[in-house]
């Protein structure tokens, strides 16, 4: 995933927000929300027997 630094154009980064969106399935950038809850799930007892996983929250960007 790419950020925008401080000196990137307004165009560009439109630009560069649209090609991401192109290759997710849902036509749209994740929220905070969304990545918060992954964590939030970690944290709890539920997932206790899940250990040395990475869980991707990307919306499908990593099957490409």
Not at 26 to 46: D, K, S
């Amino acid at each position: 995933f790419t950020c925008p630094s401080k000196g990137s154009k307004p165009r560009r980064w439109a630009e560069d927000t649209k090609k991401l969106m192109d290759k997710v399935p849902p036509p749209r950038l994740g929220e905070p929300e969304e990545i918060a809850e992954v964590a939030f799930y970690l944290a709890t007892t539920t997932a206790t027997f899940l250990m040395g996983q990475d869980i991707v929250v990307d919306g499908g960007y990593i099957i490409h």
